[in-house]
Each structure stands twice: as structure tokens, then as C-alpha cells.
DNA sequence: TATTGTTATACTCTATAACTATA
DNA sequence: TATAGTTATAGAGTATAACAATA
């Protein structure tokens, strides 16, 4: 036994690397005062705006109480916006704000950035490599990355 | 834009698949009545025997007193036990009972099996690929994979 | 003075349940 | 009856500080 036995299971390793990394964004969101799951929020409604906060909880793994707060903060600080939902009166159209907007794209720069430190000691190939194998092993896991509706089976499967 | 541009950063893509497997994780333990990180502490100890408290606090990345907590319960289930340290009285040598190693075994086998499932869409060079490329992003990013003392420098990096 | 283990306290996060208004 | 959003409450988990014994 000379190496570490603990780091050679694949589950430990990606449990430390994965503890470490959403340290590392969460410090690079902190003067935005973003937390992760904020930004993943906004980034959502740049992808698709107005969806109800249900179909952001399904697609940001959260519960639905967590989601009243998220939206609240937001909606307070005038990113994001609460309207009525066009077919379901009760729910929530959350829309995003200009200042949603521009804020999502400054985080996004600095998650641009931390990424482009996290993986500069592996070249192109080896970044596109590993991306696809954790999107293979997430996709095996029946863990939705595209959450969009209607692509219930058989979807295109970009870069798969 | 087609597919969910949220899942295309890496550490987005890790987070959740990490939230997943250590779910997981958690839920194969259950039976054995074992957290992640007491099988951590186990295994760490299998693999050198008597560490003080705080060498194990240091491997598993968690705080001291956390610690008291994790031995404290693997102590009165006569897992693990608290000698006198040879060489600083302050300290506790933690050393692993025969129940002990037997439930380290079997919960490493569960593991095991977890990982299976978790890279069965894998073929072995993929798995090995990933592996170490995850290993080699985790040293980038300065976290002890190898804490053993005396390898300070140029270890044999196995795998890389 | 610093460190090991320990304990107590406060704070945050999360999970559960209940409620309302709609469907 | 079931669902979207909200609120309140309790529990788990975490962080901080303080303490005794030893270095």
C-alpha cells in the first residue's frame, strides 16, 4: 500500500474534486452576490424564459419551498420578475430582468474564467474527453441535462 | 440554442453528477449503518493503522471536531478504538478493530458494485481515461491525493 | 505560545407538513 | 382529487469559540 487506497475509488475522487470545485465557484460568484444555484437559475431563463418556478425546480434538482426563496432575492433585487403564467393562473411566469441579464453574463465570464484554471493543465482534446465521458456517466444515471420539453426519447444526443 | 446551455460547464456538469453519485453512495452505506465519511475514516485506517485524530481530520477534509463525533459512534460500535499515542500524550491513536476491518471490506465491496453500475457504460480504457483524468485535474487544483507523509515531491504518480 | 481533543453554542440548510388558489 | 406557490416548524448539519491537557 503505497498510494493513497481511499482516492483510487472513483466515487472519492470525484467527491473531493467536486467539494473543491463548488468552493472554488461559489468564492468567484461571492462578489457578485450570486449564489450557485442563483446563477444556475438565471441561466436557465436565458436559455428559456418565463417558465414557472416548478419547471425550474425539476430542472435545477431543488424543492420547490428552496424555490420561493431563490426567486424571491432576485425578484428583489430587480434580475428577475414574477409575472402571470399564460395557461395556469396558478403558477408563476419568472422572467428575466435586463439586469438579470447582465449579471448572468458577467457570472457566466467568471465561471469562464475558474474553468479555464481548473482544467489548464489538460489540453483541448483531454477537456472534451472528460466532459463527454461525466455527460455518458450522467446521462447513464438518467440524470436530465436537457430538461427541455418534448425530447422525451430518441433526442438528437449532441457530441454523444 | 437547443440543448440545455447549463450542463455545458464543467463544473455545473460535475456538481450534479456528484450530488447523484454520492447519493447514491449515501444509500448503499445505509444498510451497513455507515456514513460515506466513517467509511472514508475506515479505509483510511486500513490503510495505516493508529493515525491521531488529527492526521484523519486532515486526509478526510473535515474539521476536528467533527471528528470527536465520528470516532465517538465507531468507537461504541467497537469498530475502531482510541489508544494512548506513543510519542504526544495529547493525542489519540485510532486503531481499527477486527469488526471493523470486516465492515470496511464488505462496505468496500458495495462500493465496488456502486461503481459498476455507475461506469457500466464504460468500456475499461474509458474508465481508466477518466480516472485519471479527474486525478490529474485534482492535483492541478493542489488537493492531497497521497497524504501520506514523506512523499512531499516526485511521487511515483501511479497512473499518470 | 501552539496544538490535540473536547464541548457548547449559534447559525445555516434542509425536510416535512400544512395552507391557498387554482386545475 | 391533484398541483403551483407559499409559509412555518423542526431537524440535521456546520462553523465558531472556548476550555483542559500537553507540546
Avoid at 428583489?76 to 441579464?101: I, N, S
Wanted: aromatic fraction near 2%; include cysteine; proline fraction near 6%.
Amino acid at each position: 500500500m503505497t498510494s493513497q487506497p481511499l482516492f483510487h475509488h472513483p466515487v472519492c475522487l470525484l467527491g473531493r474534486l467536486d467539494f473543491h470545485v463548488q468552493e472554488q465557484f461559489t468564492k468567484v460568484l461571492a462578489p457578485l452576490h450570486l449564489q450557485p444555484r442563483q446563477f444556475g437559475l438565471l441561466s436557465l431563463l436565458t436559455g428559456s424564459d418565463g417558465q414557472s418556478q416548478q419547471q425550474l425546480c425539476e430542472s435545477l434538482d431543488v424543492h420547490r419551498n428552496v424555490m420561493v426563496g431563490l426567486v424571491d432575492e432576485l425578484e428583489q433585487r430587480e434580475l428577475v420578475e414574477r409575472r402571470r403564467h399564460p395557461g395556469d393562473r396558478r403558477a408563476h411566469a419568472v422572467h428575466l430582468l435586463p439586469a438579470g441579464r447582465a449579471l448572468q453574463a458577467q457570472a457566466e465570464q467568471l465561471l469562464d474564467e475558474l474553468e479555464s484554471e481548473l482544467l489548464g493543465g489538460l489540453d483541448r482534446d483531454e477537456v472534451r474527453t472528460l466532459i463527454s465521458l461525466l455527460q455518458r456517466v450522467s446521462r447513464d444515471a438518467g440524470l436530465d441535462l436537457i430538461p427541455h420539453p418534448g425530447l422525451t426519447a430518441g433526442a438528437p444526443a449532441a457530441g454523444r
